[in-house]
């Protein structure tokens, strides 16, 4: 089992930057593909960055690429998103989610646990 809480939201202006974290409990988060995604009003959820249980490989939506890196601290049971050039468009809900497998994917579907969500805002 693996909980996870989102941190770091809020509202900032265009071309500000965020850092979003993902706090993680249970013994065996080292062992998951960890990921983010965001779901903006009347839209579906989307993939937006993934990160190995070890961190030597990233996966990225073309539409943050260059901008969000997405880190991860074993040690300390976190997830990072670093967001910079914030464009109104990343407004969204994030989440943060864990998968038990050991390759990347961006589909929901193969997500097992999931937190509640953090509110970002980018106005222009």
């Known amino acids: 089992q693996v909980q996870l809480a989102e941190s770091g939201g809020g509202l900032v202006q265009a071309g500000d930057s965020l850092r979003l974290s993902c706090a993680a409990s249970?013994?065996?988060?080292?062992?998951?593909?960890m990921g983010w995604f965001r779901q903006a009003p009347g839209k579906e959820r989307e993939f937006v960055a993934a990160?190995?249980?070890?961190?030597?490989?990233?996966q990225y939506a073309d539409s943050v690429k260059g901008r969000f890196t997405i880190s991860k601290d074993n040690a300390k049971n976190t997830v990072l998103l670093q967001m910079n050039s914030l464009k109104p468009e990343d407004t969204a809900v994030y989440y943060c989610?864990?998968?038990?497998?050991?390759?990347?994917?961006?589909?929901?579907?193969?997500?097992?646990?999931w937190g509640q969500g953090t509110q970002v805002t980018v106005s222009s």
């Open positions: 990160i190995t249980w070890n961190g030597a490989r990233t």
């Open positions: 989610a864990a998968a038990g497998i050991t390759y990347l994917t961006k589909s929901i579907r193969q997500y097992d646990y």
């Open positions: 249970g013994r065996t988060f080292s062992s998951y593909v």
